[in-house]
């Protein structure tokens, strides 16, 4: 890939999308291009066609999708499968038609079985019965995997997924229902200190273990990859490969971390009436570590850069 290829981000504006803007401005890419909803409707198979053949991108990275947390997924699974399957359908085959070199698609840690074993690796995909919160999302995120595997079966294309942890940074997602837990405490911790409340009060023990990437780190990993990483001629297509920072953090100390970043004065206190979920999720990211890349963003300075993004944004709600 040269610096001077053209590049086609879907979703360019939201978090995963503007990450990948931000990264490959700055390793001297200057050919990128990046289309918004009211411009281009990715849904419509027509509208990506008729993209794809005047502008015909050398290289796509494929991060626009309906994503929220579990109180969007549980209120709107037919739009989370029906969105998510169209976008990825559309792309994959316009890539395909149109000549695309190569794609990366972007799925989600979600993809692996409720009861997985831990860290998930991997060959864990299709292992076992899939969490039923966000399972709608997640066999849309399958369905992506598997429809760049067939393509790369039958038609010899050159098309990986990659699949990231939990992700955050400039230009998160802060809506108080549909955000994910770091930036919905974020936004509930500043919000504390800016009412002056004593306490934040927050569901569970604080004891479950989650992993986190900046968004970033997850944008250089997928570059990397997009140089690196080519599909090879086995009978499934290409396998996936996990982005992740291979370590765990508990729910009570991320939630320190944000206070101690937005100097929030108050009391964390945690509801242990309230369920805490699943007790562990962490990838397996030996594969991506052996080829050669590691994170470099640890996580209070990721928080720090993100709460900075959030004080000059104001907090995007989508």
Known sequence: MKTDSKIYIAGHRGLVGSALKRVLEKEGYTNILGKTRQELDLTEQSEVNAFFKMERPEYVFLSAAKVGGIHANNSYPAEFIFSNIQIQNNIIDACYKFGVK??????????????????MDESQLLDGKLEPTNEPYAVAKIAGIVMCQSYNRQYGTNYISVMPTNLYGPNDNYHPENSHVLPA?????????????????????????REFLYSDDMARACLFLMKNYDVTADSKGGE????????????????ETIQRVVQYPGKLNFDLT???????????????????????????EGITNAYKDFLENGGVER
């Open 240 to 255: 996936h490969v996990n982005i992740g920072s291979g370590i765990e953090v508990s729910i009570k100390e991320l939630a």
């Open 274 to 300: 309230k369920p805490d979920g699943t007790p562990r999720k962490l990838l397996d990211v030996s594969k991506l570590h052996r080829m050669g890349w590691k994170h470099e963003v640890e996580l209070e």
């Open 102 to 119: 190569k794609l990366v698609f972007l799925g989600s840690s979600c993809i692996y079985p409720k009861f997985a074993k831990q860290p």
């Open 185 to 209: 405490l974020l936004k509930r911790i500043h919000e504390a200190k800016i009412n002056n409340s004593p306490e934040v009060v927050i569901w569970g023990t604080g004891k479950p273990l």
